[in-house]
């Protein structure tokens, strides 16, 4: 099987989806890969560390997708909205594709890999399983976000965030809150306690306080029912207006405490939920940062507008884009370590894609396999019936159950 890495074209993305050691582990296993020229120097690894590592190297985008069978990216059209028009024209019935696709907001997207006869597995729709912690790239790029997001904050922030006793006096330390503490909030967390600063967390979900405190934090609690907080995963659930409503009020008097916050919080596939209004922000003291980490969806503060610095009342609300390509070289490195995971599960033992529909991760993951859309959250989002195959199952199932009048007997 012959698996392509093209050059990431989407602008401002600098990660590439396999380094040159997940390269070596699959050429091992008789795999032919081709990597077009480039696509890895972004991220610190040259064209000759691909060829030492047994890859062949490809000037010619066209080239390179024609002669793949798979081709593995970071951003696939879905998830590059920008230009990615221009790799699915390159794409092929019979294409295996795999990356970031973000199907819960473009879901269009698998009918247009549909309609084309490729197969695409969606990296984002990894199932928050055990079996799948080593494959699931939402974490591993969670990771970079939030260890990233306090170190914009405390190159913006005009204090320091240790607590310093000098011969000029003593330095007080400075007080963070990480607003949404999953994978990226927990390193936003570690992160801040670690250069010193005095960091507070707050979740809407009750499991979130052993976390919070297991990173050395302190949680922030409100009097709020929070028994439905967490969705499906271990996300937190979408809220009603009320509740946000009420936490915004009771979060004010937190947030005028602060020099600095992190927003997290997402809602896969919805706009990011606003917990700092600008009436917040008004509240909040000259020189604190805010860094929206929820700037994609929307943001988490009123105020934020993506990849731009705004400052309101003498609060600087910064809402950066792709923050993990902040990060090239490592993030390269989690996120190819998770494809290749992905492809040893993938991958039969003659080397051949060995798609096993039985497999939870292959139900959630594939959103378009021979003309259609299997992936059933995917089909929801776009009001799609179930396959043929799947209603015809569920009423055998049905006229099995009815027949049955008889307790079976054990064959002899």
Do not use: W
């Not at 247009?112 to 969606?122: C, F, N, Q, R, V």
């Amino acid at each position: 099987m012959t698996i392509g890495i093209p050059k990431e074209i989407c602008p401002g993305e600098l990660r590439v989806a396999l380094i040159p050691s997940n390269v070596a582990v699959l050429v091992k296993k008789g795999q032919t890969v081709i990597v077009e020229s480039g696509a890895g120097l972004a991220s610190g690894y040259t064209d000759e560390e691909y060829e030492t590592a047994g890859a062949s190297i490809e000037s010619n985008r066209k080239k390179l997708f024609k002669a793949a069978e798979v081709i593995i990216q970071v951003q696939s059209p879905g998830s590059n909205t920008k230009n990615g028009k221009k790799d699915l024209t390159l794409l092929k019935k019979g294409h295996l594709v795999i990356g970031m696709m973000d199907p819960l907001a473009n879901p269009e997207i698998a009918l247009e890999y549909a309609k084309k006869g490729i197969t695409a597995l969606s990296l984002e729709l990894m199932p928050r399983i055990t079996r799948a912690q080593s494959m699931d790239i939402l974490s591993s790029m969670a990771t970079i976000s939030g260890y990233k997001a306090v170190l914009i904050a405390a190159e913006k922030s005009p204090r320091m965030f240790p607590m310093l006793m000098t011969a000029a006096g003593t330095v007080k330390p400075a007080r963070v809150l990480i607003m949404g503490v999953g994978v990226a909030g927990l390193q936003a967390c570690a992160t801040a306690k670690r250069l010193g600063a005095v960091v507070e967390a707050y979740d809407v979900r009750p499991a979130a306080r052993e976390q919070i405190l297991s990173v050395g934090a302190k949680p922030v609690v409100l009097d709020l029912d929070t028994e439905a907080a967490e969705g499906k995963g271990g996300y937190a659930a979408k809220q009603s207006d009320e509740f946000l409503a009420k936490q915004r009020e009771l979060m004010a008097n937190v947030l005028a405490q602060q020099d600095v916050v992190i927003t997290t919080a997402a809602v896969p596939g919805a706009k990011s939920p606003i917990l700092v209004t600008a009436e917040m922000v008004s509240q909040m003291k000259n020189g604190a940062i805010i860094v929206d980490l929820a700037a994609e969806r929307g943001g988490n503060c009123d105020l934020t507008k993506l990849n731009e610095v705004v400052v309101e009342n003498g609060v600087t609300i910064l809402g950066p884009e792709n923050v993990p390509s902040s990060a090239p070289y490592h993030a390269s490195q989690m996120f190819g370590k998770n494809v290749e995971n992905f492809l040893k599960l993938l991958l039969d033992e003659e080397g051949k894609v060995a798609l096993d529909f039985e497999d939870e991760i292959f139900q959630d993951t594939c959103i378009a396999y021979e003309g259609d859309v299997p992936a059933e959250r995917i089909r929801g989002i776009l009001g799609l019936e179930k396959p043929a195959e799947a209603e015809a199952a569920t009423e055998t199932d049905a006229t099995k159950e009815t027949e049955t009048t008889e307790p079976a007997t054990e064959e002899k």
